[in-house]
């Protein structure tokens, strides 16, 4: 160990969902790399996101302060680099820092990275192929330049390189993001032609119809098949194929693209850990590997994320770290992105800055859990309507309940649809874009009984008394974190 403190090896990748990761049971693809991390330390069941969609998520993950704190609520809202993060404070505490890959905050002397000795960020989405990389030369705008090759091998690569140039008395923290597996899913040579022969199975609710939940499941245009362009499917669609036909066969083609740049991702996580385990470092070094927020595939019919629901609002998480984190152990307790920066200024023995809103989860690695650790968490999704046409909503999701309230309303944040209707999908495809000019709508679901939140119970009067604890214990949340109830939710 360089001075007593552990290094810190940060792997995210973008859009990942736990359900594509054979440690969390993939019913789709192996990931025996993620598995490595997962058999040799600890698999997190109840991560989730506060927000499930790129920028506001990573604005989190280094701030630790929920989205109406940061400022950034949505993907037109970038992250005001002079704001406080962990690496910030471990860089200011002798830590060698460095970040590589996918920063998605904004770019230019206001939102480049800051807090890092290293750094080589793709700008916005960033491409997979012979990728366009910011440096930070120049007047602090930084400068661009292409990086020949594949985007996931590059960004291993780059950090492989910056490990081996480090100062070895000193403790490191790296932060390596995968610009893998966001849209629009372009495979390298390598794993090309990885499923070509038969289908990936389907999820059970690939043929939701979306009947029995709020107004904007229905209105969401991110379906498969018909809200695709060709650029996600890499082909023309079938001008005269029907659903449920259609959803079906864009899924095989969708989930294959998806799986191929998993597996890449997979290969480089690989990479890494042998370097750790060549160079003597895996005991000594905190690796974590988590994704910026779930992913839907083709789960109710969809792609993309943002709704509450589970498969979009859990972040896959696994740990390894020998000193602290017993191999092969499963903790389900609820722990969010804006956990993670003080749990890793306790890893190096720094206090958390008292603006910094999550907790540290340092005893559950440990194997214990705290007597008042939380039993819920509180979610919102600001960007009414514009990409998708996902309708703003909050929430609050407990082990055994979930309840959103959609108010359908942009409340004035830049990049959401602030005068209704219609909204603007971005994306391609034939779908028919659906107003979000519907009243404000409540949904409970029983995560017990009906885990795949296929019909909202909001209005059974056998729930009656949930939906009233519930609401209190919502409101009581959002008062805790300092957001304000919508105008409309007047229960
Ligand atoms: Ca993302």
């Not at 998480?317 to 903790?331: H, K, Q």
């Not at 019909?455 to 729930?463: F, L, S």
Request: hydrophobic residues 35%.
């Amino acid at each position: 160990m360089a001075d007593g403190r552990p290094n810190i090896v940060f792997i995210m990748s973008d859009d990942h969902a736990a359900h594509a990761m054979s440690c969390y049971g993939s019913r789709i693809n192996r990931t025996p790399h993620m598995d490595r991390i997962a058999d040799g330390g600890m698999r997190f069941d109840s991560c989730f996101c506060t927000n499930s969609i790129c920028t506001p998520s990573r604005a989190s993950i280094l701030t630790g302060t929920y989205n109406h704190i940061n400022g950034a609520t949505t993907l037109s809202t970038m992250l005001d680099n002079r704001l406080t993060t962990f690496p910030k404070l471990l860089q200011g505490a002798g830590y060698q820092t460095a970040v590589f890959g996918k920063w998605h905050l904004g770019e230019g002397p206001k939102h480049n990275p800051t807090g890092f000795d290293e750094w080589a960020v793709v700008p916005g989405q960033g491409y997979y192929h012979n990728p366009t990389f910011i440096f930070p030369e120049g007047d602090g705008g930084g400068v661009k330049r292409t990086v020949p090759g594949y985007v996931t091998d590059i960004i291993a690569d780059m950090c492989i390189d910056w490990l081996d140039r480090r100062d070895p008395e000193k403790p490191f923290c790296l932060l390596c993001h995968h610009k893998a597996p966001h849209r629009p899913w372009y495979s390298d040579e390598k794993h090309a032609s990885m499923f070509l022969d038969g289908d990936v199975p389907e999820p059970d609710t690939l043929l939701d119809d979306y009947a029995n939940r709020a107004k904007a499941a229905e209105a969401a245009a991110m379906r498969v098949g018909v809200h695709m362009s060709t650029t996600d499917l890499k082909c023309e669609m079938p001008a005269d194929m029907p659903e449920p036909e259609l959803r079906r066969w864009a899924y095989q083609r969708y989930i294959k693209d998806y799986l191929r740049v998993v597996q890449s991702v997979d290969d480089n996580v690989g990479r890494l850990l042998d370097y750790l385990d060549a160079k003597g470092l895996a005991e000594d070094t905190l690796i974590v590997y988590t994704s910026d927020q779930g992913f839907f595939l083709g789960d109710h019919g969809w792609y993309d994320k943002r709704f509450m629901y589970e498969e979009s609002l859990k972040m896959p998480l696994i740990m390894r770290y020998p000193r602290e984190i017993a191999a092969g152990s499963v903790n389900r307790d609820i722990v969010l992105n804006v956990d993670f920066p003080a749990l890793f200024l306790d890893l190096a023995g720094l206090p958390a800055p008292a603006e910094m809103q999550g907790r540290s989860f340092r005893p559950l690695l440990q194997g214990s859990t705290p007597p008042d650790w939380r039993e819920a968490m509180y979610y919102r999704y600001w960007m009414n309507g514009a990409h998708h046409n996902v309708a703003a909503h909050y929430g609050i999701r407990t082990h055994t309940y979930k309840l959103i309230y959609y108010y359908n309303d942009g409340c004035g944040q830049l990049g959401a649809m602030n005068a209704s209707p219609p909204g603007a999908a971005d994306c391609g495809g034939r779908g028919r874009l659906i107003p979000l000019d519907f009243e404000p709508e409540w949904e409970l679901f029983d995560l017990e009984k009906d885990p795949q939140e296929m019909c909202n119970v909001v209005n059974d009067p056998a729930y009656a008394g949930v939906v009233r604890e519930l609401k209190d214990e919502l409101h009581r949340l959002q008062a805790e974190v300092g957001d304000a109830r919508h105008p409309t939710d007047r229960d």
